[in-house]
Every structure is written in C-alpha cells, then in structure tokens.
C-alpha cells in the first residue's frame, strides 16, 4: 500500500510543482474563507449584507415612489 501512495520528488516536473503549489494555495484559502465565514463571532457582520443584492432594488423603487412613477 504504501508503494501505491509514495511519490518520487525528484521526479516531479515544473509543471506537477506548479500544481501542487496552487492546490495547497487554494485549500488553504478556501479553509480560511470557510472558518471566516462560519465563525459565530462574525455572524452578524455577515448578516447585515444579507439582502445586498436586493438593496438596490429597494432603493429603485423608493425612489420611483417618490416621484410618483409607481
């Protein structure tokens, strides 16, 4: 078993490093997005973006209201 899950290093090309080198970058980021994100502590800055996509349209139609377009 471990013949099948060795890795020869010095075998490895330009290419395999550059893979593996953006693999670990990626999951280091993506782990710390995720622990930022899901941390209780920061919930409630997150929840005040909850609607952020809807604001604008709220903010559109207030505004259309307002001068009696509605």
Known sequence: M???FSTDWSAMTT???TGLTILLVISGLMTAAYFT???PANRD???QHRD?????DDME???EERHGQA
């Open 2 to 4: 471990s013949d099948f």
């Open 15 to 17: 290419t395999d490093w």
């Open 37 to 39: 994100i899901l941390k």
């Open 45 to 47: 800055n997150f929840e």
């Open 52 to 56: 952020f996509v809807n604001h604008e």
């Open 61 to 63: 139609l207030d505004r």
